[in-house]
Every structure is written in C-alpha cells, then in structure tokens.
C-alpha cells in the first residue's frame, strides 16, 4: 500500500483559497499512477463525505456538487503528489480534509478506498 501524507491546511477567511497537497511514500514510486486519488472531508459532527476524485492519468475528474466550480483537484504523478487547490472558500467547507487512494474501480464511486492520509485542517472564518 501507498502512504499518504496531506499539507497545506490553514484557517482562511470567507472568500480566501488553500492548496492543499498530498504525498505518496513507500514502496510505490512506480505505481502511484496506478491509483485513483480522491479527497474527502470531516466537519466536525458529521459523517466523513466525498469531495472529489480524479483518474490515474489526471484526464478525468469527479466533484461533488457542493464543492464543484470551486476546487480543482491535479496530480503529478512524477512527484508522487495530488492537489486540491480550493477557492471561494465558506464556513461551511471547515473540515478535516483526507487524501485517499485506490488501485481499483473509477472515480465516480466514491467506495472502495484503501489507503487514507491522517488529514489536515481547513477552518474558514466568517
């Protein structure tokens, strides 16, 4: 399995942007881009959910509605690394944010991820 590791987590104001970044380590330097990566976020109280997956190539992605036109997920796979750049940021996209990777199934499931990061802070104040 790959392991993750998220940075760039910080406390915005309403309207601000974060880039969030997430490193692959291990023994999967030549398989990182076997992986389809996804984010996903825990507010606190509530349940983990879904944010946004993208490919093993980076050509296609999946958003949830909530966070769609907002963030943009990329990935360079000669660096082992998946971003989340998100802008217009709300109160309400306060969370704890994972990185997550799988070697099976399509970015449109939101199931079956294997490996996690241990997270990074995001809090948007209003």
């Known amino acids: 399995q790959v392991q993750l590791e998220e940075s760039g987590g910080g406390s915005v104001q309403t309207g601000g942007s974060l880039r969030l970044s997430c490193a692959a380590s291990?023994?999967?330097?030549?398989?990182?881009?076997?992986?389809?990566l996804g984010w996903f976020r825990q507010a606190p109280g509530k349940e983990r959910e879904f944010v946004v997956a993208?490919?093993?190539?980076?050509?296609?992605?999946y958003y949830a509605d909530s966070v769609k036109g907002r963030f943009t997920i990329s990935r360079d796979n000669a660096k082992n690394t998946v971003y989340l750049q998100m802008n217009s940021l709300k109160p309400e996209d306060t969370a704890v944010y994972y990185c997550?990777?799988?070697?099976?199934?399509?970015?449109?499931?939101?199931?079956?991820?294997?490996?996690w990061g241990q997270g990074t802070q995001v809090t948007v104040s209003s």
């Open positions: 993208i490919s093993r190539r980076g050509r296609s992605t």
């Open positions: 997550a990777a799988k070697l099976r199934g399509e970015i449109v499931s939101t199931q079956g991820y294997d490996c």
């Open positions: 291990g023994r999967t330097f030549s398989t990182f881009s076997s992986y389809v």
